[in-house]
């Protein structure tokens, strides 16, 4: 079992950035692989960024990359989402989650979630 808290959500202007964090507690965290996915209102929940249990891989969703960064910290059981030139079409509730198998962009995949953090991009 882990538990996995969100925070730094809020409400930033078009061309910003953003960082958003996932800490983890319970399991090892080195265990697992850590991804960050965002609903937005009405649509379907949607893969936005995965990272594996060292850090020397990842992957996005086309739609952010370039302008979206995932990484981690295993030493403080966190994964970060640094978010720049953000877009309103940003704007979701970002969740993070884990998975014990590298499972990529396939929400099915991951076994636990956080609640969640919301974005909101201004135009």
């Known amino acids: 079992q882990v538990q996995l808290v969100e925070s730094g959500g809020g409400l930033v202007q078009a061309g910003g950035s953003l960082r958003v964090s996932c800490a983890a507690s319970?399991?090892?965290?080195?265990?697992?692989?850590m991804g960050w996915f965002r609903q937005a209102p009405g649509k379907e929940r949607e893969f936005v960024a995965t990272?594996?249990?060292?850090?020397?891989?990842?992957n996005y969703a086309d739609s952010v990359k370039g302008r979206f960064t995932i990484s981690r910290d295993n030493a403080k059981n966190t994964v970060y989402l640094q978010m720049n030139s953000l877009k309103p079409e940003d704007t979701a509730v970002y969740y993070c989650?884990?998975?014990?198998?590298?499972?990529?962009?396939?929400?099915?995949?991951?076994?636990?979630w956080g609640q969640g953090t919301q974005v909101t991009v201004s135009s």
């Open positions: 319970g399991r090892t965290f080195s265990r697992f692989v």
């Open positions: 990272i594996n249990w060292t850090g020397g891989i990842t």
């Open positions: 989650a884990a998975a014990l198998r590298w499972v990529g962009p396939t929400k099915e995949g991951y076994d636990y």
